[in-house]
């Protein structure tokens, strides 16, 4: 046996158990143990023989060319190296120690502050990742309306399919919520909501599998309907008892399913909304998740409170609920106006009481 590939591969089944003893995502340690194998494969060489300047080598290459890698994916896998270079250095497991015997060399931390990237900025996301205009909403949604009947009067299959794909893509922004959010929903997640008798069953949606941080299960969260999404309810009913059985779902407890009587993958999402986003017209730079930042913004703008905001779309820290919103000009020229207002009704109390 090659001494020298099958301590790296000991080392990262070692730091993969490590990460697992956390509870993190298998995609989550498998994404990182393929990082490590692909710098590993870049340089040419064993953790034991790496250097900052493999470092350097490594994310100028990535930064390259016709598709360079993001900001915020280059700080995290510099983070995720870094972790691992941590690990094989930690005297607690011993790696260093091994190497130092068996190649007279000992892993080292290659990651620095002066190699890799500051976090300095609060949002690092994609710009194309905006709320979209109350004009976009309404094209997005027209072009959803138009591709079913554009089905039904070609007479062509997947009408029930397209019925679905627009009150599915109406739903994500009516109650705010992510890709995996959305597609895991079952029809009991429907919920009353005693203080808003009048939309029945679907008075609340309850997110069961809401995004997990640092090892922790799904988090769960209620997202109540609010008065100017309720159109939402009648679309909602009409799917759940008249169009839905269209597809033979049987017993399945999938909100929304396929023709195969499954549930829908978030990556079918993805697609729906990318078809609907060009019939429409709209920038390609525009993604699913651009609905969610869509609801915070009008949730500010309709003038519910920032705790209220924060609690439906489940953020842990307000700062976060912050990053998302993109509000319209009308809403600040409108706050504008509202402040200049009580600025001059301030300024005639005070000369009215010294004219008294």
């Known amino acids: 046996m090659d001494p020298a590939p099958a301590m790296f591969d000991a080392m990262l089944a070692g730091w993969a158990r490590q990460q697992q003893s956390r509870l993190l995502g298998k995609k989550t340690v498998a994404d990182r143990v393929s990082l490590v194998r692909r710098f590993a494969v870049f340089n040419g060489t064993y953790p034991w023989q790496w250097t900052a300047e493999d470092v350097e080598a490594y994310f100028s290459a990535r930064l390259s060319g016709q598709s360079p890698l993001a900001h915020s994916t280059v700080r995290g896998q510099q983070s995720d190296l870094r972790m691992f270079c941590s690990f ?14 068996e190649f007279g060399q000992a892993p080292v931390q290659v990651c620095h502050d002066w190699n890799t990237v500051d976090h300095v900025a609060e949002y690092e996301g994609r710009p194309g990742r905006r709320a979209l205009t109350y004009d976009e909403l309404q094209a997005l949604f027209d072009a959803a309306d138009e591709r079913v009947e554009d089905i039904r009067r070609r007479g062509r299959k997947g009408v029930l399919s397209a019925w679905r794909d627009t009150v599915m893509l109406k739903s994500v922004y009516a109650y705010g919520t992510r890709r995996r959010e959305a597609v895991m929903l079952d029809l009991h997640d429907l919920r009353h909501n005693p203080r808003a008798k009048d939309y029945g069953r679907f008075g609340a949606v309850e997110v069961r599998f809401g995004k997990a941080s640092r090892g922790s299960p799904p988090k769960r969260r209620t997202v109540l309907t609010v008065p100017e999404m309720d159109w939402i309810v009648p679309l909602l009913e009409e799917w759940t008892s008249e169009v839905r059985a269209g597809f033979g779902a049987g017993a399945h407890p999938a909100l929304w399913v396929t023709e195969r009587c499954g549930r829908i993958s978030p990556r079918r999402l993805d697609e729906v909304f990318a078809l ?81």
Request: charged share 25%; net charge positive; proline share 1%.
């Open 276 to 356: 609907v986003r060009d019939l429409a017209g709209l920038e390609h730079t525009l993604e699913l998740h651009c609905l969610r930042h869509t609801y915070i913004t009008h949730l500010i703008e309709f003038g519910y409170p920032e705790r209220f905001v924060q609690d439906q779309v489940g953020h842990r820290y307000a700062a976060t609920t912050a990053l998302y919103t993109w509000v319209s000009d009308e809403y600040r020229n409108r706050l504008l106006e509202d402040s200049l207002h009580r600025r001059a009704q301030r300024a005639q109390t005070r000369e009215g009481r010294r004219t008294r």
């Open 88 to 101: 094989v250095t930690d005297a607690r497991y011993g790696w260093a120690a091994a190497c130092l015997a």
